[in-house]
């Protein structure tokens, strides 16, 4: 039996309930004596040619007939007639969109990384008569071209390039593939990397790499940031300098917002507290907040 055919090509269902009428009207014209025996019998081979002749392909297929093993021509979709004995139908040619699932093992990178990548090729049968005439087995083809494909195009990119442009890649495997293919009447629509697996040494190593690049970032940032506020500060003290009223504002803005949270201890140099009179302020805002505290409640009642 042919792989390319299906099972339910080779038992047409309609030829047999043609076959199985015709031979039981027969048997009954032969049980009432109504023929004879020998018209019987060729009233049978003449079942028989007439339901091999009846052939059906479904609508998305093409049957490849063959006549004395010369090639006659496509048949179908729907039904058809061919001469039994003389006509064969050698296969039937899906030309649906069809799905290869390919892997390429511990195949080396162009930077000498072992990976295994797994991907996914979308092809189809655009002219069934070259892929019945130029290859004997156009599915186990696509599968061994895409195989030899998806290796090479590992072993011209680095792993870089693989993690990173997985785009590009399944392109470039696409080109390569329909080229090749072109010639056997079969285009491949598409590729999909669907996943690259490197070691898992490797895959720790990158890990800390990245690690330490996201470290080494972080101080950057941190470098910049330290640089930034320098100039800032240098910028202030050049302006607190030439203006020493903002300077004594500004040191009581800050003693003002360290008081407001209370419970907290906050340190002034003596040399603050004699050059903007910070010592008198700090007082006095403590002896307001301490005469806040002890206010009694005008609603308490006394005893």
């Known amino acids: 039996m042919n792989a390319n055919i299906p099972l339910n090509k080779h038992v047409n269902l309609v030829s047999v309930f043609i076959f199985l009428v015709l031979t039981l009207a027969n048997a009954v014209l032969l049980y009432s004596d109504l023929i004879s025996l020998t018209i019987a019998l060729i009233g049978l081979a003449a079942t028989l040619f007439i339901a091999a002749t009846l052939k059906i392909s479904d609508q998305w297929e093409k049957a490849v007939v063959l006549r004395m093993g010369k090639f006659i021509g496509l048949k179908g979709p729907g039904w058809f007639l061919i001469i039994p004995i003389i006509d064969r139908v050698d296969k039937y040619i899906d030309q649906r969109v069809r799905v290869t699932d390919i892997r390429a093992d511990s195949t080396l990178t162009k930077d000498t990384v072992p990976v295994n990548v797994d991907a996914v090729v979308y092809w ?125 504002l500004r040191g009581m803005n800050m003693l003002f917002e360290g008081l407001k949270e209370k419970g907290s201890l906050v340190i002034v140099p003596s040399s603050a507290l004699e050059s903007m009179n910070l010592g008198a302020i700090g007082g006095l805002a403590a002896l307001a907040e301490n005469n806040t505290n002890q206010t009694p409640d005008p609603t308490e009642k006394t005893a």
């Open 124 to 248: 189809t049968v655009w002219d069934a008569e070259k892929a019945a005439l130029e290859v004997q087995e156009y599915e186990y083809a696509v599968s061994l071209v895409s195989r030899t494909g998806l290796r090479d195009i590992i072993g011209k990119h680095e792993l870089a390039d693989l993690l990173q442009n997985r785009e590009k890649i399944a392109e470039a495997l696409q080109q390569a593939l329909d080229e090749t293919t072109s010639s056997w009447g079969i285009t491949c629509q598409s590729v999909g990397i669907k996943d690259i697996v490197i070691p898992n040494d490797l895959a720790d190593a990158m890990s800390k790499q990245a690690q330490a690049e996201r470290e080494r970032q972080a101080r950057i940032i941190l470098g910049t940031a330290e640089t930034e506020i320098s100039e800032k500060f240098s910028q202030a003290s050049e302006n607190y300098h030439n203006n020493p009223v903002a300077l004594q």
